[in-house]
């Protein structure tokens, strides 16, 4: 490997095989014809195979913030409250996406970093009267896996209250059986643990969810209406032009899975992080989230305290060809994030390890 050989390891869009490129190279068809049919097919097998669901799964042209934005414009209600775990950015856009809508975010916060603990969540259903839960399952900004999902769902179950779960930053590394868990809407997006090229949502949807969508008093979204999204489906088609080629290789990166195997690909994911967290714990650099427990396989965060932050991004990018991202929003100065989320494998990780290593011996630290 050289530095010719670009390789992506912030927290999505990830690096793309051959593969995936040449499947997005393909001669456009008609969205309305019946090479697009058996194309939505295809891709909407190998998300049931991800999402581990029973559910419509529903595609959407559209970066997985259209996703997000899909529940609230139809599964949330106008003046209906809605549970929030607040923790993270992804977690505040959650808030502002249900103020969007005029519903109610009934929020439990935690710092940045941490979790609120399930107590708390419980007191809060109990205590207001709200109609759903919505959990950022990983926060991408933090690197936090909220890993108390079966609990929460046995909580909204007994509520019959809906449960709806962000996993765009995680699904397909760490292991997410929706239809086990019980969770009602599921979204996520194509570019991180999917393996496929930036622009797509998928959104699971439950009966139960559906029909509260199509009895919603006020629909706003034109774009993103389930009921036309359903109904097309239906047909296998969406309701308005879908990013063709963005789909075509969508299909092959969810043949790759296949090939790969589900559990291989969550096991490969799971051998990658622990690498990547001995290795930092090894140079003494501190882990951000401060509960070992809450440590994400997707995205791993680690503080700056005593490291040259731009310069270690930096070599690494024009040195060895890997690029790591920097923290996010209030964290931008404080942490930096390396993304766990593509192709990689123990040779990969290796390579990035020894490269980091070189770097940080060289001017990696802070004097
Ligand atoms: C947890 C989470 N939710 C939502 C989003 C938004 O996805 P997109 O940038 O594809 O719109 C991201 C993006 O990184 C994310 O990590």
Redesign the pocket.
Known sequence: MNRKTQMLLI??PITLPERVLKAMAKPIVNHRGDEFHALYERIEEGLRNVFKTENNVYIISG????G?DMVFQNFVYEGEKVLIPDFGE?TE?VVENALKVGAEPVVVKSEWGSLPSLRSIAEAVENNNVESIFI?H???STGVTFRMMEEVANIARKEGILVFA?T??DLGVEPFYTDKLGVDVCVT?S??GLGGP?GL?FVSVSGKALDKGLNNPRRRSFYLDVEKIHRFHLRRETPFTPAVPLLYGMAEALEILKEEGYEERIRRHSENARMIYEFLESENIEIFPRNREYWSTAVIVFKNRGLNADIIIRRLYEEYGILIARGMSKLRNETTRIGNVGYEGRAEIEYFLDSFRKVLKDAGRQP
Request: without cysteine; charged residues 20%; neutral net charge.
């Open positions: 927290p999505g970066s997985g913030t259209a997000v992804f856009r950022v990983n926060e991408t962000d765009v930053s997006a570019q991180k930036p949502s």
